[in-house]
């Protein structure tokens, strides 16, 4: 098992995380005697922005897009290489406008 990583070992990193973790117990409770709700209270709502909103829905339809097949574009690839790939202008040109105006 590897316990070193980057120059340093497990312990040390426990270490920080017990103090990060102490750290952040005690601004809660400081937060709290100063009678300030601390910011994980279980009774606040979460608000996204509308931009974060249209990020997820970005995100959601890229999910939807068909994964590139390595194989086909490698067939595209050889056949422009060699001259035998054919493109049909007029089925081109109509993709574009109707993509560009529909």
């Known amino acids: 098992m590897v316990n070193e990583i980057n120059g340093t070992n497990s312990a040390s990193t426990s270490r920080s995380s017990n103090k990060r973790a102490s750290a952040e117990s005690a601004d809660n409770q400081q937060s709290t ?3 300030q709700t601390p910011a ?7 608000e996204l922005s509308s931009q974060a ?3 997820g829905r970005l995100e959601a339809d890229i ?4 994964e590139i097949d390595p194989e ?3 067939a595209i690839s050889n056949a ?4 035998q790939f ?4 007029a089925s081109l040109a109509q993709s574009i406008i ?5």
């Not at 999910?63 to 068909?66: A, C, E, N, T």
């Not at 422009?80 to 001259?83: C, H, T």
């Not at 054919?86 to 202008?89: A, F, G």
């Not at 109707?98 to 529909?102: G, H, M, Q, T």
């Open 86 to 89: 054919v493109i049909d202008d």
């Open 53 to 55: 909103q249209l990020l």
């Open 63 to 66: 999910g939807k897009l068909p």
């Open 33 to 35: 005697a100063s009678g």
């Open 80 to 83: 422009l290489n060699n001259g």
């Open 40 to 46: 994980s209270s279980p009774s606040e709502g979460l």
């Open 72 to 74: 086909r574009v490698e």
């Open 98 to 102: 109707d993509f560009e105006f529909k």
